[in-house]
């Protein structure tokens, strides 16, 4: 199987390349940057003047789209949140234009989403078919983005949305700053405590993202998180007994706002998610359970 990626280089992205090669599968990854290809990884040229990735991903069998500038990178401007939205807006535009270009269009793409479409609660319970949705700058880019995706329907091609959880890797997203002051020895409760971590071993991501494309019933939005979401303080007392640091100190809400802004939101709001679809599917999670995934990680 033939398939393409953009945002190939991320966090997410590094760990699907691998786990598609490891089972003999090619990968075409679209970058901006000149690297090397190899006999399974290829890298195609995008997004610069004059490039015709076209040329090189008629016959791509199926497409996972990462692309976009990470929530995590800097405070919440009104600049960089246009930053955020823009990306996402045009790489999957860019998508789209090569999905008309090509004869042979893919018959699958899997396109990246998050959980922050859902409102902050701490009593409800989301699933896929929770029409609940938030009002804030992530939930209204993640609704777009998904629309955004969805025409790609027009082209026969099978969309699937991955609607991420906290991704949880060793060197990469969340958890090295969720660890960092544990390892310090001055973790403890963040805000109340109460908001819900949705959480998910980002390979256990790699294997949701496989899992959508090698079935072929499987289309419409999907929850990549673990079935064991922890509250706050539960995870932090976790994290803490895992890396043998103790759970003590508390960060108050109103410093983190003072320092983070907006973006504070990611972790003095959160969601209970359960991945039904993937459930209900047969998926099977490497790393169902928090202590099992932390375990591995920091191994």
């Not at 990884?41 to 997004?47: A, D, F, P, Q």
């Not at 007392?237 to 109103?254: A, Q, T």
Request: aromatic share 8%; hydrophobic share 35%; net charge neutral.
């Amino acid at each position: 199987m033939k398939v393409a990626i953009t945002g190939g280089s991320g966090f997410v992205g590094k760990e699907i390349t691998n786990l598609l090669t490891e089972n003999g599968h090619e990968v075409y990854i679209l970058t901006r940057s000149s690297k090397p290809s190899n006999d399974l990884v290829h890298m195609v040229k995008w997004l610069g003047d004059g490039d015709k990735p076209e040329d090189q991903l008629n016959g791509v069998d199926a497409w996972i789209n990462l692309a976009g500038a990470s929530i995590n990178e800097g405070r919440w401007t009104e600049e960089q949140k246009q930053k955020i939205y823009d990306s996402r807006m045009k790489a999957t535009d860019e998508v789209l234009r090569i999905f008309e270009a090509v004869s042979k269009k893919p018959t699958i793409l899997v396109n990246a989403s998050a959980i922050g479409i859902y409102p902050p609660s701490e009593q409800a319970t989301y699933t896929e078919k929770s029409s609940s949705r938030g009002s804030d700058f992530l939930a209204k880019t993640v609704e777009e983005w998904e629309k955004k995706a969805s025409q790609a329907e027009q082209y026969g091609t099978r969309v699937a949305c991955g609607r991420f959880g906290i991704i949880l890797g060793k060197d990469e997203g969340a958890l090295p700053l969720m660890s960092l002051p544990y390892k310090m020895g001055v973790g403890g409760k963040v805000g109340s405590g109460n908001q819900w971590v949705s959480w998910v071993h980002v390979s256990d991501v790699a294997k949701a993202l496989l899992y959508a494309i090698e079935n072929e019933n499987f289309k419409g939005p999907f929850n990549v998180t673990s079935p064991d979401s922890k509250q706050m303080n539960d995870f932090g007392k976790i994290l803490g007994d895992i890396l043998n640091r103790p759970h003590w100190i508390p960060v108050p809400s109103f410093a983190l706002k003072l320092v983070l802004g907006d973006k504070s939101q990611l972790v003095l709001e959160g969601q209970r998610v359960m991945p039904d679809k993937l459930l209900t599917h047969g998926f099977k999670f490497t790393y169902p359970d928090l202590p099992t995934a932390l375990k591995n990680i920091y191994a």
